[in-house]
């Protein structure tokens, strides 16, 4: 028999529902009047209020003056007005990037700022599974204090695999991982218990770069990220486009040569492997560093030049594939080899009009704003969205921990 205090329609879950709508609009918004949020919520200021109260109780919520901080000479003359906002410390979340050659690791706040981040190198086809995932929590851990650890409201992962949506890996081929509950592994090393989520890199970076934006999420937006392999994940109208498979917006796969050629995928020639394979040909050093090969191309070295701008060309051929098929109105890069693009972008631009035909619009193309994190970042989001929602484990029996 259903729980009638659980029922849609019961008191207790209009309560919760209304509590959710307060938390999620003061996170797009940052600071709201009580009068605001009554409106936003369709509620008398009496009702509104109530669920205000709630919220302080519980530390999520405290009242501010008008004026933000350094905007003081910018407040109205007279008496400030008093406005609501969440507390940023209240809550956190960790974020888990289990990359390549790299692990990062990311604590963003109730407001889903980053409050720090890890780093460190990583050789993921050498390493197994089960050593991967508990380095990866290992640095999380260390990167929080233990005070902060203790309002820890959910752990998310993100890795370069074929999931489905519950986050199980079926394969992580550049890893050498199949068949494995990434998810349940993190969730017996944790000392606490939080939810734990676990979705592929290039769909947490695509969440991340577009949770809790307060601008409109209309139209097609591609993301790709570029390490040694280039995920690519697409939102639509706000919402992360997963494909029948979960391997929606995948154009690191496709096919660039002819069937008479070896096979040459698209992240077989823009991936970092194969710019540093080049480069390391070209420059003659044993082990140089992609940020050298970035200086090069700065000061215009013809060796690094010419590399560069075989990576701009097939970019360019793989964005005009993806855009035949799906249309989008912007496409954002993320990931290390993200940092190539703003020194080639009018040669990514050129190849894209010599290639396409003029009938097509150009899509906007820009770096992320996370940069490296930016996929780590979109797995701590993943537990902040749902803890602003009616999944909240604030709103279950004891606060169980879950998987989903």
């Keep these: 028999m259903n729980d009638p205090a659980l029922t849609a329609n019961s008191p207790r879950r209009i309560r919760q529902s209304n509590e959710v709508a307060v938390l999620r609009a003061l996170h797009q918004s940052g600071r709201l009047s009580r009068a605001d949020l009554a409106r936003r919520l369709h509620l ?11 919220l302080t109780a519980d530390g999520l919520v405290r009242e501010a003056d008008e004026a933000a901080p350094g905007e003081a000479g910018r407040a109205r003359a007279g008496r ?23 692990i990062s690791t990311v604590e963003i706040d109730l407001g889903a700022r980053i ?45 370069p695999a074929h999931m489905d949506k519950s986050g199980f890996v079926r394969l992580a081929p550049l890893l050498g991982w199949r068949d494995v509950n990434v998810a349940a592994m993190v969730r017996e090393m944790l000392p606490i218990r939080v939810p734990v989520m676990a979705e592929n890199d290039a769909n947490a970076f695509a969440l991340g770069a577009t949770h809790g934006r307060n ?17 690519g994940g697409i939102v639509i109208d706000g919402s992360v486009f997963r494909g029948g498979g979960g391997l929606a917006g995948e154009i690191g796969h496709l096919p660039m040569n002819g069937p008479q050629e070896p096979r040459r995928t698209l992240e077989q020639m823009i991936g970092l492997k194969q710019i540093m394979t080049e480069y390391r040909k070209a420059s003659g050093r044993a082990d140089p560093s992609f940020a050298t090969f970035l200086d090069d191309v700065r000061d215009r070295l013809p060796s690094a030049v010419a590399i560069a701008e075989d990576w701009a060309r097939a970019l360019a051929v793989g964005v ?42 150009m899509p906007s193309i820009v770096v992320n704003d996370e940069g490296t994190v930016g996929s ?18 604030r709103f279950s029996e004891g606060g169980a921990e879950d998987s989903d």
Excluded at 335 to 340: D, E, H
Excluded at 376 to 393: N, P, T, V
């Design 44 to 54: 008398n200021r009496s009702s509104s209020g109530h669920i205000i109260a709630g």
């Design 80 to 102: 400030p007005g008093i406005m609501l906002e969440l507390v940023p410390e209240a809550i956190c979340f960790l974020g888990v990037e289990i990359g390549v050659e790299h």
């Design 115 to 159: 409050v720090s981040t890890g780093f460190e190198p990583f050789d993921g086809p050498n390493t197994s599974v089960e050593a991967a995932v508990e380095r990866a929590v290992a640095l999380a851990l260390n990167s929080i204090p233990s005070e902060r650890l203790a309002r820890c409201e959910g752990f998310g992962v993100s890795i």
């Design 215 to 231: 601008e409109a999420h209309a139209g097609v937006t591609l993301f790709l990220v570029m390490e040694s392999g280039v995920g």
């Design 320 to 361: 005009v594939h993806a855009c035949r098929i799906i249309d989008p109105s912007h496409i954002v890069l993320g990931g290390s080899v993200a940092a190539l693009y703003p020194l080639m972008a009018a040669r990514v631009a050129a190849h894209i009009q010599a290639i396409q035909e003029p009938s097509f619009p």
């Design 376 to 393: 780590a970042f979109g797995a701590a989001c993943m537990l902040h969205q749902r803890y602003l929602s009616m999944e909240s484990r």
